[in-house]
């Protein structure tokens, strides 16, 4: 029963009908698959500026159909990209990697073309006519390029600063001799003008345009009184002094304090020296008033008047009575006698007038 169906079947795939019959299905699928073939190819033009690129391709990847191109250069960037049915267009730029410095920061650019000038414009530099640039600004960038960029400004400013007074030195008869009175200046005010240059931000140098004084200095003044001025004339009988000793008739002097009457007048150094346990080199008791002297210089028994020269400590009426060692450095000094040791390091070692008035 089976072989008999094997049989009638192959009879009928085998006839001439059938066989026609399985032709014109062959056909018509074969012209369908061309036409859906033909919907599925894609047409992609790519420009890149300067040359037109054509691709015919299954694929709808950009990326992947602009791989398998051979541009002249791998880096690009895709500007444009538009569909009319079958056909993509594609605009492309290229990129060069652009580097600029300045100072010490250096600026990474990826840059489609044009001038150094339009990329420090991109990186957001103002470049004017006082600034540095290495390359030129209208060197055209066509690969890697590295961009040396020095920013120089021009600042405009001003600042005020005194004007130091001076002190001018007047003498004066409408003051008293020996006096001085000090009138205190004012400083004046000066408005300055400057240019301020500044490299990549630091300034660097600073330039004196112009000056302008807003209020002049007004001087002060030392006057020195040149006045004479009478006062009476004291005695050393009414001044306190350091010595003891009383002179047979009181010392007549001035108003500064000096003997009116005097034989002659030194300025010399002196110490101070109190008591030790011996007399004097003349043989009398050591008291305030009896001094010690170069005898050379001054000999024993001299009466003197002795004084500081501002007139701020007053020994008094003296008598050269005593010596010392120090005569052997100090040949022109004096020692002077005091009462206690506190004094003799209170006055120290300092200069003395000394007047000769016997």
Known sequence: MIEKIKYHLLKVLTSRQMRIGCIAVITALSVALATLISYSIYTVNIFDGEKLYTVRTLSRNVTSVLSGINFRSNNYNIKETTMKGNTASIKIAYTYPVYITCGENTVELTFEGGTVEDALKKAGFSVDG???VEPALNTVINDTVYIDYTNIDYVDGT????????????????????????????????????TEKFVNGVSVEKTVTDTEIL?????GQQIVGTKDVVKPVSSSASVKTISVLTPDFPIELDANGNPVNYKSKMTVRA???????????TGVAPKPGYIAVNPKVIPYGTKMYIKSPDGRIIYGYAVAADTGGFIRKYPTGIDLFMSTETACRNFGVRNMEIYIIG
């Open 215 to 219: 209020t002049p200095a007004v001087n």
């Open 271 to 281: 110490t101070a020296y109190t008591y030790t346990g011996n007399n004097c080199s």
């Open 130 to 132: 006082y600034d540095f």
């Open 159 to 194: 600042y005020t600063e005194a004007i130091p007074y001076t002190t001018d030195v007047v003498y004066s008869n409408n003051y008293a001799k020996g006096t001085t009175t000090l009138k205190v200046g004012t400083n004046g005010v000066m408005q300055v003008g400057y």
